[in-house]
């Protein structure tokens, strides 16, 4: 592994695909080392950020997310961009990583050039969002990588963690699986930017028009997050390739009128502050539970609040001492 940052920087910005896996691999890494040197290859590099298309893509299982990726993938560069795509991977940071499954479901898109396909460790994260994932995306940003489509595993209160990260937010469905909103919680609702029914072929057709007026009408009862825009509910066929390029006219529309608002640069200043705020809190937290005073006391007052002897408010503010002494101590 090269020390020296500027290898990396100077590697991504060249457009050197195993130069840029290699930074990433920098920015995942928890060893102190990696992480000091991942931090200076990100301030260096975001100059050269900010100008791609950011997309994040949810839906409930059987929602067909790889086959609809590459379908919109490769329909993407084939219109001349260059695409990167960050697989969420719940089960990476026990197996070491899932690339040969993310680059088996999406073929042709593993070996388009102008494309780029990285699995990204939850790490027990919320929502299955990598740590990590906000820098990697700037890095591929830079790399020449107009559109990063970040992709997630199931569709829960916690995917607003991935809206919080992107430009657009996307949920994909499916119809004729019961009560369709008994698959979509209120949270992913009141963020989505348009819900998109795949599988709109053959019998199906009639069924995902009907989901998708369903949508319509939950949607219709909730404020929109943008003053700018209202959520769409649209219909495609991954696997036929109808209405794919719909959905990508309706990014490109959702972006001229947050960009001519300037409400996408406030949103992403926002974005930045609060990934910041996120950072504190798990640094914190992580500081706090490392603290040898507060690993030497924890399992003497946890068995303590279970057997009754002390109450947990008494536990947590003992505990919380060790943060801030009274009288000085």
């Known amino acids: 592994m090269v020390n020296d940052p500027q290898h990396y920087v100077t590697g991504v910005l060249n457009r050197d695909s195993l130069t840029l896996a290699k930074a990433i691999t920098l920015i995942e890494s928890t060893l102190p080392t990696h992480q000091e040197l991942a931090r200076t290859i990100v301030d260096r590099i975001l100059p050269y950020t900010g100008r791609g298309i950011r997309i994040g893509i949810t839906g409930v299982p059987g929602a067909g997310k790889s086959t609809y990726i590459e379908r919109f993938g490769t329909m993407l560069t084939g219109l001349g ?8 991977d719940p089960s990476s940071s026990r197996s070491g990583g899932s690339i040969l499954g993310d680059k088996t479901r999406m073929e042709r898109l593993a070996v388009d050039p102008n494309a780029f396909i990285r699995p990204s460790p939850s790490s027990g994260t919320l929502g299955g969002v990598g740590r990590k994932t906000r820098e990697t995306m700037l890095v591929c940003e830079a790399a020449g990588y107009d559109v990063v489509i970040i992709e997630t595993v199931g569709v829960g209160q916690s995917e607003t963690t991935v809206a919080s990260m992107v430009d657009f937010f996307l949920v994909l469905m499916i119809a004729g699986a019961g009560d369709e909103l008994q698959g979509i919680k209120k949270g992913v609702l009141e963020v989505a930017d348009a819900i998109v029914i795949n599988k709109a072929d053959g019998d199906n057709v009639v069924r ?17 997050a943008s003053p700018n825009w209202r959520p769409p509910v649209l219909t495609c066929s991954a696997v036929e390739g109808t209405g794919i390029d719909t959905v990508w006219k309706t990014i490109l529309d959702h972006r001229d009128k947050l960009t001519n608002s300037g409400e996408l640069a406030e949103k992403r200043k926002t974005q930045d502050l609060d990934w910041m705020a996120f950072l504190l809190d798990e640094g914190l937290r992580q500081w706090f539970y490392t603290s040898p005073h507060v690993q030497e006391a924890l399992p003497r007052l946890r068995k303590d609040v279970e057997e009754k002897k002390t109450s947990p408010t008494a536990a947590a503010d003992s505990l919380l001492g060790f943060l801030y002494p009274k009288n000085g101590k």
Do not use: G, N, W
């Open 81 to 88: 961009h260059r695409i990167a795509v960050l697989a969420i």
């Open 208 to 224: 995902a028009e009907m989901a998708r007026k369903e949508y319509q009408a939950a949607l219709s009862m909730l404020m929109p």
